[in-house]
């Protein structure tokens, strides 16, 4: 918007063709008054004055290519041949040397107007070419997001598809008259597991495609990192994992949605919670970086393979059983609203660490960002 405004803006500034023939016009004539007004005996001055006449010359030249080169060229010619005869008809050589310039103005408003006009079919050339450039970048984005939409469409089919088919299989069951109590109850189960799979899809869908905006208010990550421990804690004593505290009295407040990052923080504690198939231990930490707040969640899991680990964000991509796979797409969007940044990398002793960066102050994040944007 401000690089239009700018161009605009430039629109408008630019002299008219009219004016231009003006500025030309005014400088020959600057040029040969100062001529004809100074006494001949002021042969310095002439000297100076006769390069005047480049100023005019080479401006027509740069704008009206080489025949306004040679228009300007004629021009200074015609007003500055009559005072050479009048003043140095008793300088014979010093007339020639003036002559000899007057041949200097023609090859310089011709070879400066050449190039003007070569530079301009150039720049005309680049900007067809920007032209076509944009135009296909354009294309390519429409064809990513109709790609996009294909392939959320075919992910969301799938999704949808196979609990529809478990709870049509249980309801054939429960249909039948030989079906034993005990299995219609395992039906009935089933159906319900799979209508909450349905409707966890639908919210984490909902969630995805309408993020509500955050409402920032200064939170303290230790006391963030209990409230995950608490919900999260549970799930984790089933498996005999300890959830491990690593906040230090130094990590300050920051700003951020103190639900949606409980919401991301979560997400990721329970995703290793049932990553790991042992015991072991779960590591929430946070550090400050610089003008920013780290929060990492550290587990002992399998990890992930490098393959998966550049798509576990995409929407729908799961490489577990029953997930929906928009988990980590809510985190990474949900980040990205506050400024920060969601990453995760395999440990080297194994399992994997989640890490997310989030801008200590967000109003000073978004005056960044809109500084930034401008230049």
């Not at 001529?35 to 030249?61: C, D, E, V």
């Not at 992930?304 to 809510?330: M, Q, R």
Request: aromatic share 6%; net charge neutral; hydrophobic share 40%.
């Amino acid at each position: 918007m401000i690089q239009s405004m700018w161009k605009q803006d430039e629109e408008v500034r630019e002299p008219k063709p009219l004016t231009r023939v003006v500025v030309v016009a005014a400088g020959i004539a600057v040029a040969s008054a100062l001529h004809y007004f100074t006494p001949s005996s002021l042969i310095l001055w002439h000297n100076l004055f006769q390069r005047l006449y480049y100023l005019p010359i080479i401006y027509a030249a740069i704008y009206f290519g080489w025949r306004g080169g040679l228009v300007a060229s004629t021009a200074s010619a015609v007003c500055y041949i009559p005072h050479i005869l009048h003043a140095w008809h008793h300088m014979p050589e010093y007339s020639v040397n003036q002559y000899a310039e007057i041949i200097v103005f023609f090859l310089v408003g011709t070879v400066t107007g050449v190039l003007a006009d070569r530079g301009r079919k150039q720049r005309g050339e680049l900007a067809a070419l920007n032209h076509e450039l944009r135009d296909s970048f354009e294309q390519i984005k429409r064809a990513d997001r109709l790609s996009a939409i294909g392939q959320l469409s075919a992910s969301l089919a799938h999704e949808i598809r196979n609990p529809l088919a478990g709870i049509d299989g249980a309801a054939n069951l429960i249909e039948s008259e030989q079906t034993p109590p005990e299995m219609r109850k395992a039906s009935l189960a089933i159906i319900r597991k799979e209508v909450q799979r349905l409707n966890r899809l639908l919210t984490n869908l909902l969630d995805f495609a309408r993020p509500r905006k955050p409402e920032f208010q200064k939170v303290r990550a230790d006391r963030l990192i209990d409230a995950i421990i608490a919900l999260a804690g549970h799930a984790a004593q089933q498996k005999g994992i300890t959830l491990r505290k690593d906040v230090p009295a130094t990590v300050p407040e920051f700003e951020c949605d103190p639900e949606q990052m409980k919401q991301v923080i979560l997400n990721l504690a329970i995703n290793a919670v049932q990553a790991m198939t042992g015991t072991g231990e779960i590591s929430l930490a946070a550090r400050q970086v610089e003008s920013s707040v780290a929060i990492s969640v550290r587990d002992q899991g399998p990890g992930i393979s490098d393959e998966d680990l550049d798509k576990i964000f995409n929407p729908f991509y799961t490489t577990k059983d029953a997930g929906t796979g928009l988990g980590l797409s809510v985190v990474y969007q949900i980040v990205n609203q506050h400024g920060g940044v969601v990453t995760a990398e395999r440990n080297p002793e194994g399992g994997m660490t989640f890490s997310l960066t989030i801008p200590l102050n967000q109003r000073r994040s978004v005056a960044q960002e809109a500084h930034s944007g401008s230049r």
